[in-house]
């Protein structure tokens, strides 16, 4: 019987995943030929735009078979702006494989990935890619790698050794004494007891050992090659093969149906296409499915295999497998699939700190384009949109231009529709200055009864939202009070400056309900109110996002680049110089980075590299930062706001 092992390739853009996929499915045999990504001929880039831009934009599957394993492999895009298609995947992976370039090392996507890896405990083997090109230093990449992953627990070892280094004539051996590391980095010291020794080891102890420790994250093997020469891509099959395949059993299978949809698409004739990997259970052609996100359940049409371009009919899929399932009309990206629960949490990587407005070529196609947007965020939640009815506009989260280019592309190509966009802006936050007691009476106009009072505190930074309730259910009600926290969130999407309200405390201290005139809305109404004027007394501070950088430019330009820096509000780390080269790790505020990369590429003459991530919220200095126009109705205007929530006014009045 075949193992299951769903991996994924991940890793810093262009450091050679698409390839990667490319030589594993050759050299499994799963293709006649290879492709490339400057022809648009791979198996898992196949969009218009991937194959102009060369870049994944979507994370897709293709499937092979080596020796007693049968893999199913993700490949996730590997640019920043499209770190939502990666936060799904490996919220579904047994495994990953992180892509290293032997050239330019760790780099900001590759510590973001690190991390993730570590948060949610998923095992991965690293590739040092690129070891044929000029400049690779594996010895050195290496290194990196085990001090970065050293403070994690995790021990590296060094499984290849190359010769030729940096040149086409690039050979692969075993590292030398790899066996004795191995054991030792296993902790099985009874069997390096043995082999030290020069005690024959029994047979198969070695693979269960390592696997054993790469399973429980542990250990981590590094392992390199050339994806572009198909160096080293048999070695990284067997590891894979060897370590990191999990065993699924009767009981998986016969257990409560898990799954998440780490993947959706729509096919222009059969509607939403739903890729899912079980965690456990177990599916059939119309099955009825329940999809906690809607507290319903929907029937599946059609289950098929989805490899790269093609798809073929499958009719059933078991705890382990991946699957492209048909039917399910209310699904989105990230859901959960049955009642079972999921071994993991989906990673939290992306952090949209941009907004733009979407401006439709035809004032016709705003409808169209509402609808068109609606479609596009099912696929990828994490971009938002709001409509405001009132102006008749419609403003997007967004990571960066890159995404927002082949937004427009997906709009042209599949709907028909021309927009164009502004110039980004920064999504700003709002905090409480200080404690505050927000209350409100809806008493009126009958029939209404809902009376709240909240105690809204200021939290250190990064706290996010915390609610709590101490009211007793003589005053309110369970019931309502489940209503009260439930607002409260949607109360703060936009506080007094007009941004969400972040990093405080909101405690529902009293109030009440009557037993007659009140009605099961009136605490929704009541609650956003109070909020606001609690927020009112407390007054609001703006935040404003902070970037992490890192940056690579040759020696000779520090000087620009740390005066480009200091005149951008960034505090910045020492340099760090090796080869006539210097890295840079900085921290820069979202508002002076719009800019930065181009005034970077100039200060280094184009040699230079430069990475960035979300880091956090802070407090934004005075004369920085800007207020943001309400969208709706302010809560603080009652009458007004009252009509509205009752139904007698649009936004648009």
Not at 27 to 53: P, W
Not at 98 to 113: D, K, N, R
Request: glycine letters at 8%; hydrophobic letters at 40%.
């Amino acid at each position: 019987m075949l193992k299951t092992l769903n991996v994924g390739l991940v890793a810093h853009v262009d450091a050679g995943k698409t390839t990667l996929t490319e030589q594993l499915l050759y050299t499994a045999g799963a293709l006649r030929g290879l492709g490339r990504v400057d022809d648009g001929t791979t198996q898992s880039d196949f969009l218009t735009i991937e194959r102009e831009r060369g870049i994944s934009v979507r994370a897709s599957s293709t499937h092979l078979q080596w020796r007693s394993c049968e893999l199913h492999l993700v490949d996730t895009p590997g640019h920043a702006d499209f770190t939502g298609e990666v936060e799904r995947s490996l919220g579904i992976l047994d495994c990953a494989v992180l892509l290293v370039s032997a050239v330019e090392g760790i780099q900001s996507q590759t510590e973001l990935l690190i991390d993730a890896f570590t948060d949610l405990r998923i095992p991965f083997l690293v590739f040092v890619n690129k070891l044929d090109r000029t400049g690779a230093d594996y010895s050195a990449v290496c290194q990196s790698l085990r001090d970065r992953l050293k403070s994690s627990g995790i021990t590296c070892v060094q499984c290849s050794s190359p010769q030729n280094e940096g040149g086409g004539d690039l050979q692969l051996s075993p590292s030398p004494d790899l066996t004795e590391e191995l054991l030792s980095a296993c902790g099985d010291d009874a069997l390096l007891e043995a082999f030290l020794e020069g005690s024959p080891l029994p047979d198969g102890a070695l693979e269960a050992s390592v696997r054993e420790a790469v399973l429980s994250g542990s250990l981590c093997l590094m392992l390199g090659g050339s994806a572009k020469l198909g160096i080293g891509i048999d070695a990284l099959l067997d590891a894979l093969d060897a370590y990191c395949a999990p065993i699924i059993t009767d009981d998986d299978i016969r257990a409560p149906l898990c799954g998440r949809v780490y993947k959706l698409e729509h096919d222009p004739r059969m509607g939403k296409v739903c890729h899912v990997r079980l965690f456990s259970g177990s599916l059939r052609n119309r099955d009825s499915v329940y999809l906690p996100r809607v507290d319903a359940e929907e029937k599946i049409t059609q289950i098929r295999s989805v490899s790269g371009r093609q798809s073929s009919d499958l009719g059933q899929v078991q705890a382990g497998g991946l699957a492209a399932l048909y039917g399910l009309r209310s699904v989105r990206a990230g859901d959960l699939l049955g009642q079972g629960i999921p071994p993991r949490l989906p990673a939290a990587l992306t952090v949209p700190v941009l907004t733009v407005q979407a401006l439709p070529a035809k004032e016709e196609d705003r409808i169209p384009l509402l609808g068109a947007l609606t479609e596009l965020c099912d696929e990828d939640p994490a971009l938002s949109f709001q409509w405001i009815e009132r102006r008749q506009e419609l403003h997007l989260r967004t990571t960066g231009r890159i995404q927002l280019e082949v937004l427009q592309s997906f709009l042209r190509e599949r709907y028909n529709l021309a927009v164009t966009f502004t110039a980004p802006s920064v999504i700003y936050k709002e905090t409480p200055r200080e404690a505050a007691v927000g209350r409100d009476d809806y008493t009126w106009p009958k029939p209404c009864w809902a009376c709240v009072d909240f105690l809204i505190e200021p939290l250190p930074e990064g706290s996010g939202l915390q609610y709590e309730s101490i009211c007793s259910p003589r005053d309110i009600a369970y019931r309502y009070q489940n209503h009260v926290e439930t607002a409260v969130p949607r109360a703060l999407q936009e506080g007094r400056l007009g941004w969400e309200v972040t990093d405080l405390k909101v405690t529902l201290r009293g109030g009440s309900h009557h037993e007659v005139h009140t009605h099961p809305l009136d605490f929704f109404v009541a609650t956003p109110m109070a909020i606001a004027r609690g927020l009112e007394n407390a007054g609001v501070m703006l935040l404003e996002p902070m970037l992490n950088l890192r940056m690579r430019a040759p020696e000779d330009t520090l000087g620009r680049v740390v005066s480009l820096l200091v005149n951008h509000r960034a505090s910045f780390d020492s340099p760090v110089v090796h080869v006539g080269d210097f890295t840079l790790d900085a921290e820069i505020p979202a508002e002076e980075f719009l800019e930065f990369p181009a005034l970077f590429a100039a200060a280094t003459g184009g040699r230079g590299s430069l990475g960035s991530r979300f880091s956090r919220y802070t407090l934004c200095p005075p004369g920085h930062g800007q207020p943001r126009e309400r969208g709706g109705i302010d809560p603080l205007d009652r009458s007004k706001y009252i009509l509205w929530a009752r139904g007698a006014l649009t936004d648009a009045q």
